[in-house]
């Protein structure tokens, strides 16, 4: 699926970043923090746009929500889109999933995870996620039992009223009690992101 996209292309790179904005952000929102992540320039970052505009140009959605949930439907939709866009964008830069890390804010977050953890999916270099949970999505399986030993950065806002920090840290402990290599962060902060996570994100994603 050819997705609306901003690139971050470094010369000599030979590891990919791909970031998956949240709802109402664009594919800029988190591209403007790959130089303070990504200092070395080891990564080419790939940020593409959400399936759906908002109305009045107020940025994209991935996937429509009932309430506080998704849509099985739609965040189904956005799970197969977002698997071929990263099949095809890794292959024609000759990547492999190894030296890719999947990295996303609140919706894309869980597409973050969602793409990890689907029965079958390649094991990543590691998987970046920021005020976020684990995918609870009627039909949408997850196995997180194959990836043991993937790195995961699981990042929460402390004060964080949409998705809470309860939230985040049950993802992080389902990940480590099925032996993936989890680190996780919390934040004096709401539904954001703030310099000092980028700060560590930059020491996480440096041993990438």
Request: overall charge negative; charged content about 20%.
């Amino acid at each position: 699926m050819s997705l609306t996209t901003y690139r971050l292309d470094r010369d000599g790179a030979d590891r990919l970043l791909f970031l998956f904005h949240g709802w109402s952000a664009e594919q800029h929102h988190l591209a403007a923090y790959v130089p303070l992540v990504d200092p070395d320039e080891r990564f080419t970052a790939v940020c593409p746009r959400g399936l759906d505009d908002l109305p009045e140009g107020d940025g994209a959605s991935w996937y429509d929500r009932s309430g506080p949930s998704p849509v099985p439907a739609s965040f189904q939709r956005a799970v197969d889109a977002l698997v071929e866009f990263t099949t095809v964008e890794m292959e024609a830069a000759g990547i492999p999933p190894e030296r890719t890390v999947l990295g996303g804010f609140s919706q894309g977050g869980f597409l973050s995870l969602a793409l990890a953890l689907r029965p079958g999916a390649p094991r990543y270099a590691g998987v970046w996620a920021m005020c976020c949970a684990l995918p609870e999505v009627d039909g949408v399986e997850l196995d997180p039992a194959p990836g043991a030993g993937t790195p995961a950065l699981i990042q929460v806002g402390e004060r964080d009223q949409i998705i809470t920090p309860d939230r985040g840290r049950a993802a992080a402990a389902t990940l480590r009690d099925a032996g993936w290599n989890v680190t996780e962060a919390g934040y004096d902060m709401a539904h954001s992101q703030t310099i000092e996570m980028m700060v560590d994100a930059r020491s996480w994603l440096a041993q990438r």
